[in-house]
């Protein structure tokens, strides 16, 4: 019951949802001898780091592609990039990732002064060209577009909705896909959209029940995926993989798309799509996406700086394409560390401090060999104190794992192909042989002793409904009714509890969840 519980845990952990949530700024004021100007040393870092998200039609509020829109902002600019909220970026470590969006101590201090001198022009004559961009396909034609039949009517307002929409592929054979683009429709109100692959035929019989194009759906999909073409958040671009590696796309698998849309005020209308590339040489390893976890959360009110840890030993030599954090509102930063079989050890991602509204594909500029037996220790904190603006609770309360924004979730996903595959020579790995073999640690005894607060080796009411709480959050659908934890607990505990009254054993436990571990 927990490998299939657990599927769905994994499936749905992709979830980049997000409520808006203002960052932290700092108002250091640097002094600086000679002022910058914008020609020489402002427009080629607005340009290049500002504009990709702050230019017509893209994300940011406003655009930075001229003079004039510099100037204009130029103490919130100044303000931004000083307290380290713009460019949103939360890897603190440098040099590994593709694109990074970090400014030097310098472009900062040159942005600061800048500002400090009134934004001076200086000599537009040699300032570089604003940069342009083409409405279209950044990554060129794709080989197949995926979008939902009709357009999707987004209220205006309202609690955030998760949409999902199937596309059917019906191609003749399976097919390794190259090139992913997904292209959010207006991104007025889609806040991100991830893309699921679904062959159990689920998502298809739920699609359009409701009257409406595709159907809701928080969190997961509402189904066990297959696998993942990735997703888009803000700032990110589209995905192109290695030569010889791709991701597998199924014969006869739906494509779905699940929009998270973010109402603004107004009646909105989207229609999201997905662009993809085929291979078209030989494909040699399969792209997998799998990921460092934990589950054992429960984090008490108050507590600033609750850790949780996870780590494996990996059984497989693989390679890391790149890596997604994942945490909600409470994370503050994670760290992923690989020691090597021969005791040297490499820093995978450490983000902080975290942004639940920011979060990002970190691509290797280099993909990472990771040998056989290497250790990937990742260990995540999380701030559940009334200090913490991020904190959807005030007063605070206790968090448990789960899919709600207001549950915790502690995830390093990692995009990888084992280096012993080699499909071109027919030789192919299966997928428990790699991170998978994590699963080995959520257990119904671990669940036991990580609740069992008090270690008394028994469960009484409040451990017990914390399991139930832990179970029901962490698979829960939106909108179903559950049972209140406590009562539940009590029902187990009355009905179980044998040896002693008021408490559960272990092995009453155990007997308990073999029968109602499915419900
Ligand atoms: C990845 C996309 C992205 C990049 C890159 C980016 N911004 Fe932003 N920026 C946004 C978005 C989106 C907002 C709206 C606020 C939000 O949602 O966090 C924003 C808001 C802002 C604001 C308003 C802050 C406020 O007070 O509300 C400023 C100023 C700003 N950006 C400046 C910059 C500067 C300067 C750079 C480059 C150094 C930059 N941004 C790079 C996406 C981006």
């Given at each position: 019951?927990?490998?299939?519980?657990?599927?769905?845990?994994?499936a749905?952990?992709?979830?980049?949802?997000v409520?808006a949530?203002?960052?932290?700024?700092?108002?250091?004021?640097?002094?600086h001898k000679?002022s910058p100007?914008?020609?020489k040393d402002?427009?080629p870092?607005?340009?290049?780091k500002?504009?990709?998200?702050?230019?017509a039609g893209?994300?940011?509020?406003?655009?930075l592609t001229?003079?004039?829109d510099a100037?204009?902002?130029?103490?919130?600019?100044?303000?931004?990039?000083?307290?380290?909220?713009?460019?949103?970026?939360?890897?603190?470590?440098h040099?590994e990732?593709?694109?990074?969006?970090?400014?030097?101590k310098a472009?900062?201090?040159a942005?600061?002064?800048?500002?400090?001198?009134g934004?001076?022009?200086?000599n537009?004559?040699a300032?570089?060209?604003?940069?342009?961009?083409?409405?279209?396909?950044?990554m060129?034609?794709?080989?197949?577009i995926?979008?939902?039949?009709t357009?999707?009517?987004?209220?205006?307002?309202?609690?955030?909705?998760?949409r999902?929409?199937?596309?059917?592929t019906n191609?003749?054979?399976g097919?390794f896909?190259t090139?992913?683009?997904?292209?959010p429709?207006?991104?007025?109100?889609v806040?991100?959209?991830?893309?699921?692959?679904?062959s159990?035929?689920?998502?298809?019989k739920?699609?359009g029940?409701?009257?409406?194009?595709g159907y809701?759906?928080?969190?997961?999909p509402?189904?066990?995926?297959?696998?993942?073409l990735?997703?888009?958040?803000p700032?990110?671009?589209?995905q192109?993989?290695?030569?010889?590696?791709?991701?597998?796309?199924p014969k006869?698998a739906d494509?779905?798309?699940?929009?998270?849309?973010?109402?603004?005020?107004?009646?909105?209308t989207?229609l999201?799509?997905?662009g993809l590339?085929?291979?078209k040489?030989t494909?040699?390893?399969?792209v997998?996406?799998?990921?460092v976890?934990n589950e054992?959360?429960?984090?008490?009110?108050?507590?600033?700086?609750y850790?949780?840890?996870?780590d494996?030993?990996?059984?497989?030599p693989v390679t890391?394409l790149d890596?997604i954090?994942h945490?909600?509102?409470?994370?503050?930063?994670m760290?992923?560390?690989?020691t090597?079989?021969?005791g040297?050890?490499r820093e995978l991602?450490?983000?902080?401090p975290y942004?639940f509204?920011?979060?990002?594909?970190y691509?290797y500029?280099?993909?990472?060999h990771?040998p056989?037996?290497?250790?990937i220790?990742?260990?995540a904190?999380?701030?559940n104190?009334?200090?913490?603006?991020?904190?959807?609770?005030n007063?605070?309360?206790k968090?448990?794992?789960?899919?709600?924004?207001?549950?915790?979730?502690c995830?390093?996903?990692?995009?990888?192909?084992?280096?012993?595959?080699?499909?071109?020579?027919?030789?192919?790995v299966s997928?428990?042989?790699g991170?998978e073999?994590?699963?080995?640690?959520?257990?119904?005894?671990?669940?036991?002793?990580?609740f069992d607060?008090?270690?008394d080796?028994k469960?009484?009411t409040?451990e017990?409904?914390?399991?139930?709480?832990?179970?029901?959050s962490?698979?829960g659908e939106?909108?179903?009714?559950t049972?209140?934890p406590?009562?539940?607990?009590s029902?187990?505990i009355?009905a179980?509890?044998?040896s002693?009254k008021?408490?559960?054993?272990?092995?009453?436990?155990k007997?308990?969840?073999?029968k109602y571990?499915n419900d």
């Amino acid at each position: 019951m927990i490998s299939s519980r657990y599927s769905i845990l994994i499936a749905s952990a992709g979830l980049l949802c997000v409520a808006a949530v203002p960052g932290s700024r700092n108002n250091r004021v640097v002094k600086h001898k000679t002022s910058p100007t914008f020609a020489k040393d402002i427009a080629p870092i607005i340009y290049s780091k500002c504009a990709p998200c702050h230019h017509a039609g893209e994300v940011a509020p406003f655009t930075l592609t001229s003079y004039q829109d510099a100037k204009d902002k130029a103490p919130t600019i100044a303000a931004a990039v000083k307290g380290k909220f713009m460019p949103p970026w939360q890897a603190i470590t440098h040099g590994e990732f593709k694109d990074e969006r970090i400014l030097t101590k310098a472009q900062i201090d040159a942005i600061d002064a800048w500002a400090a001198a009134g934004a001076p022009a200086g000599n537009m004559s040699a300032a570089p060209k604003p940069p342009s961009y083409t409405p279209g396909w950044a990554m060129g034609t794709p080989d197949f577009i995926g979008k939902p039949s009709t357009e999707f009517t987004v209220g205006a307002e309202g609690a955030d909705e998760y949409r999902c929409f199937v596309i059917p592929t019906n191609f003749p054979e399976g097919r390794f896909v190259t090139g992913v683009e997904c292209r959010p429709g207006n991104r007025h109100v889609v806040h991100h959209l991830l893309v699921y692959l679904d062959s159990s035929g689920v998502a298809r019989k739920k699609e359009g029940k409701d009257g409406k194009p595709g159907y809701s759906s928080f969190g997961g999909p509402g189904f066990i995926p297959v696998g993942s073409l990735g997703g888009w958040a803000p700032g990110l671009q589209f995905q192109t993989l290695p030569p010889g590696d791709g991701l597998w796309l199924p014969k006869g698998a739906d494509i779905v798309l699940q929009v998270h849309y973010h109402k603004n005020g107004k009646q909105e209308t989207d229609l999201s799509q997905i662009g993809l590339k085929f291979a078209k040489g030989t494909i040699d390893k399969q792209v997998r996406w799998e990921s460092v976890d934990n589950e054992l959360i429960s984090i008490k009110p108050g507590d600033a700086n609750y850790e949780v840890k996870a780590d494996l030993d990996l059984p497989q030599p693989v390679t890391l394409l790149d890596v997604i954090p994942h945490m909600h509102l409470l994370g503050h930063d994670m760290t992923v560390d690989a020691t090597f079989p021969d005791g040297t050890k490499r820093e995978l991602i450490h983000v902080e401090p975290y942004d639940f509204n920011w979060q990002t594909r970190y691509t290797y500029k280099d993909p990472i060999h990771l040998p056989k037996g290497t250790h990937i220790a990742m260990v995540a904190h999380y701030d559940n104190s009334s200090a913490n603006p991020h904190n959807p609770n005030n007063p605070p309360k206790k968090v448990l794992f789960g899919e709600q924004t207001t549950n915790e979730m502690c995830f390093a996903f990692f995009s990888y192909t084992f280096d012993t595959e080699h499909i071109s020579k027919g030789v192919k790995v299966s997928k428990e042989q790699g991170f998978e073999s994590r699963h080995k640690n959520l257990t119904i005894d671990s669940i036991f002793d990580f609740f069992d607060t008090n270690h008394d080796g028994k469960l009484n009411t409040d451990e017990l409904a914390d399991i139930v709480e832990f179970f029901q959050s962490a698979t829960g659908e939106s909108g179903k009714k559950t049972v209140s934890p406590k009562l539940a607990a009590s029902f187990l505990i009355s009905a179980y509890g044998k040896s002693e009254k008021g408490s559960l054993s272990k092995t009453e436990f155990k007997k308990a969840m073999e029968k109602y571990g499915n419900d």
